[in-house]
């Protein structure tokens, strides 16, 4: 039983760290991924409301995000496979 609960205990921790070092590494993305991940991801944007706002095309709003992700799986990999090392 006590092992179950550290596993939870554990996996909340691992989230949060994970998140952490997410919102730094968006904070970080040059416009316009920057603004587009966050309207999509933080502030749960649909794409279409996200092209309307931005006035840009949906096709762009979507390269965006694709694009800005990329980039941010590429910039956390390191810090989350430490963060799995550490705690697994």
Same mark, same amino acid.
């Given at each position: ?14 989230? %949060?760290?994970?998140? %952490? ?19 999509? %991801? ?6 279409? @409301?996200? +092209? @309307? ?5 949906? +096709?762009?709003?979507? +390269? ?16 989350? @496979? ?7």
């Amino acid at each position: 039983f006590i092992q179950e609960e550290d596993s939870e205990i554990n996996i909340y921790e691992i989230q %949060e760290k994970k998140a %952490e070092v997410m919102k730094k590494h968006i904070s970080k993305l040059k416009n316009p991924y920057r603004k587009v991940i966050e309207m999509r %991801e933080i502030q749960k944007m649909s794409y279409k @409301d996200i +092209s @309307d706002k931005l006035n840009l095309n949906l +096709s762009t709003v979507k +390269s965006q995000i694709r694009n800005g992700r990329a980039i941010l799986v590429k910039e956390t990999k390191k810090e989350f @496979d430490e963060i799995d090392e550490m705690y697994l």
